[in-house]
Structure formats: structure tokens, C-alpha cells
């Protein structure tokens, strides 16, 4: 599937969609892997956000024909 990332300077074919928190816990980053190579897609003031971010890529990619996600900015977010 292929995601556009939140700051819209990657677009990328990925095959798993991951959320991490930062160190503190004060954020959450939607990965499109774990490790050094990891390309942050998204990044969320809370878990919950991060949550329902997923849920929609999971719905996006169950009801539309289109292959491409747009990550929605934080603030857009609503839980």
C-alpha cells in the first residue's frame, strides 16, 4: 500500500504500519518498520490518536480502490 507521509516528503510502498512511543512517552510515531531503517510516517500527541490513524488505514485499505493513504496531521485527528 502506498503511504504518504504526515510532512508529505515521502511517499512509500509499505507492507506494516507500526506505532512506537518516543522515549518519554510523550508521542507517538506510526513507522513503516522497526530498526535504523524505519521511515516515520506520522507522528501523534497521543496513543490514542496513533490508534485511530490505524484504523483508518485499515478501513482505507478495505473500502477503496485507491492505493494511496494520506497521513492526516495531528490536530485533524479526532478521537
Known amino acids: 500500500m502506498w503511504i504518504r507521509s ?16 518516543s522515549v518519554d512517552g ?6 513503516d518498520s522497526l530498526g535504523e531503517e524505519s521511515n516515520v510516517l506520522g507522528v501523534y500527541s497521543t496513543e490514542e ?4 490513524v490505524l484504523n483508518d488505514i485499515q478501513e482505507f485499505n478495505e ?3 485507491s492505493e494511496m493513504f494520506q ?9
Open 6 to 21: 504526515q510532512d508529505r516528503r515521502a511517499l512509500l510502498n509499505v507492507n506494516q504500519v507500526l506505532i512506537s512511543p
Open 26 to 31: 510523550s508521542i507517538y510515531y506510526i513507522n
Open 49 to 52: 490518536k496513533a490508534l485511530k
Open 63 to 65: 473500502c477503496t480502490y
Open 71 to 79: 497521513m492526516p496531521q495531528d490536530e485533524d485527528v479526532r478521537v
